[in-house]
């Protein structure tokens, strides 16, 4: 079953962030994951819960894959560039 990778984030230094998008990437798809949304226009209809901000989507072929990729080297080598400049929630969902 497809699993979603959900970020909703702020990005407090933009320019440094740039180095975490451009090294996530081949990670995100050496364990099969497709970006589907980075950060495009919001249209937020209730929130109640919370006010997403800036959303990432990808999709991951299943769970095993997507867990692959978060604990693999080569993202765990790139996360702390996001930590230091950007505010991040971050999950999982399966899917369609």
Do not use: H
Not at 2 to 18: F, R, S
Not at 23 to 40: D, S
């Amino acid at each position: 079953m497809a699993t979603y990778l959900i970020v909703d984030g702020i990005v407090n230094n933009p320019e440094a962030y740039e180095a975490y998008k451009l090294k996530a990437r081949p990670a995100v798809e050496m364990y099969g994951g497709e970006y589907l949304a980075r950060g495009g226009e919001l249209d937020v209809k209730e929130n109640d819960l919370w006010t997403p901000t800036r959303i990432v989507l990808i999709r991951f072929p299943d769970m095993a894959s997507a867990q692959r990729f978060y604990n693999s080297p080569e993202y765990q080598a790139v996360l702390p560039i996001s930590k230091a400049n950007a505010k991040r929630t971050c999950f999982f969902v399966e899917g369609m």
